[in-house]
């Protein structure tokens, strides 16, 4: 027999299919953590919506699930108005913030903004309570998202004090103006008297010139309910689009990245796929962490040192990288991928843009043994390659990020080079070749996590981590990444949000 969830999700519930289903119907698909009130909200099923809350689904979800008001403002294809309408008035908590990507309706809604439809959704949100200075995990608040778009219409209404300085006056112009413009377009009319009341309001105006407009522009007004399906999607799309697009040009300029993607192929490939994965039910990470995760290339240096060997660490090790590489390059094109390394191991052909499956095996099944030379290593096998060489020969065209995983201390053999400072001078050496090549020194970033519990090696983190010369350019994790990873192993909803938080970590703290 169909869920419920899955019939709400097709938008084909019914008030029988609800018979004898009670403890079902706030219950949370494992795929989307949608409840079927989501799935209806997902389909914009403004029936199914309406069954599901009269027979007691909650308005909020169920814990652990993603808000219902979340989903209509960052998924719902089309118009959201009646549906965000229809869960306000049913007392829904407007300030829940998605436990998953820690975004309210109202973030969601203002770095999706689509159309001038979406204004009137994120009035009722803020008239309901919803705070535009409110701040998610990485800081932001609505009100800062709309500033970095620089979009007035969406500070005037997110931001209390420019609201309060829209005259009456004002209002009256622009009804003045739409009277002129209906008075031309009916001139062919008798005289129709404008009481003041229906100046006042856009609704009387609408209704009693409805037929003259309709007759002469064949259109409505704001958008038309006559735009067949398959044309509205592809206009919604387009604009999801151009708003990512906006706020990655935006978030480029901001990073000092501007000497990248002058293309725009890459950007549109990038864009293109974080559309689709938005719209998408089954998705869980947060898009917009994944498009500026996108832009930089990735590399994996890994520890293949003799200790490695050491309880499940080779293992631990493997089931992460096959996961970075496949967060780190879901949305871009298959010939940008992974660059994977090792301390010890010598770099060849198939470690370059490996697929996630080939990672996984690479990581398993190569050699295990000899020292730790992290620094030396890092500067010839990865700085040399994915940096130097491609600056001095013009073909510099993304900025890079390294993550380094390693169970020990730096340490080579008798005559070795390699010295507890040898990977800090690497990295400081980075950012004065960048700088004396004109480009911003954060465009290389760096991150080390430590596997397994070796008190050498966290010593030798946590000396990088309280260096300042560093502070800007390496993010130093100081967890045991095996530790979490067992903690999350189970659920892969929450693995990967992890692993998107803990790749974004250097990011986001340079910014």
Request: glycine share 6%; hydrophobic share 40%.
């Amino acid at each position: 027999m169909t869920s419920i969830f899955n019939l709400a999700l097709k938008g084909t519930l019914s008030a029988s299919d609800l018979v004898g289903k009670e403890k079902e119907i706030d219950k949370v698909d494992e795929k989307t953590l949608y409840t079927p009130l989501g799935a209806a909200v997902h389909a914009n099923r403004k029936d199914n919506i309406k069954l599901l809350l009269a027979h007691g689904a909650y308005p909020d979800g169920a814990p652990g699930s993603r808000p219902p008001l979340w989903i209509a403002a960052a998924r719902t294809k089309g118009h959201i108005g009646d549906i965000v309408e229809t869960l306000i008035a049913h007392k829904v908590d407007v300030k829940k913030a998605d436990p998953h990507v820690n975004d309210t309706a109202l973030h969601a809604i203002v770095q999706r903004y689509r159309n001038e439809d979406d204004l009137d959704v994120i009035e009722a949100l803020v008239n309901a309570g919803a705070d535009p200075k409110a701040t998610n995990q990485r800081g932001e608040s609505a009100e800062s998202l709309a500033t970095k778009r620089n979009d007035k219409k969406l500070l005037a209404i997110l931001a209390p004090e420019k609201r309060k300085k829209i005259h009456t006056k004002d209002v009256l112009m622009i009804a003045s103006l739409i009277m002129f413009a209906v008075s031309w377009a009916n001139r062919s009319n008798p005289l129709v008297k404008i009481t003041a009341a229906a100046v006042g309001t856009a609704a009387a105006v609408g209704s009693q010139f409805y037929s003259p407009i309709m007759k002469r522009f064949k259109m409505l007004g704001r958008r038309s309910k006559k735009v067949p399906h398959h044309v509205a999607e592809k206009l919604e799309k387009a604009a999801t689009a151009e708003a990512f697009k906006k706020e990655m040009h935006n978030y480029i300029k901001d990073a000092h990245l501007d000497q990248f993607f002058k293309d725009d192929k890459f950007l549109n490939h990038v864009i293109s796929k974080a559309v689709d994965m938005e719209s998408d039910s089954k998705t869980t990470v947060n898009v917009r962490d994944l498009t500026r995760l996108a832009l930089y290339q990735p590399v994996l240096y890994c520890d293949d040192s003799g200790s490695m060997n050491q309880d499940n660490r080779i293992q631990v090790q493997a089931d992460l990288g096959k996961r970075i590489t496949s967060l780190t390059t879901r949305l871009v094109p298959e010939d940008t991928g992974i660059e994977l390394r090792f301390i010890n191991a010598p770099n060849e052909l198939r470690m370059s843009k490996p697929s996630s499956n080939l990672v996984n095996d690479i990581l398993l099944n190569i050699p295990y043994s000899g020292p730790t030379e992290i620094g030396m290593n890092c500067k010839a096998k990865i700085l040399e390659e994915v940096v130097y060489g491609p600056i001095r020969e013009g073909k510099f065209d993304r900025p890079v990020l390294v993550s380094i995983l390693t169970d020990g201390c730096p340490g080579g053999p008798e005559g070795s080079d390699e010295r507890q400072d040898t990977l800090k001078e690497a990295i400081l050496e980075c950012g004065t070749f960048l700088e004396f090549h004109k480009y911003n020194k954060k465009v290389v970033r760096f991150q080390i996590s430590q596997i397994g519990h070796d008190e050498s090696s966290k010593d030798f983190i946590k000396s990088l981590a309280l260096d300042p010369a560093l502070s800007d350019v390496l993010y130093c994790t100081t967890r045991h990444l095996d530790d979490e990873f067992k903690d999350f192993r189970d659920n892969e909803h929450r693995l990967e949000q992890w692993l998107l938080a803990l790749l974004m970590e250097p990011i986001t703290k340079a910014d």
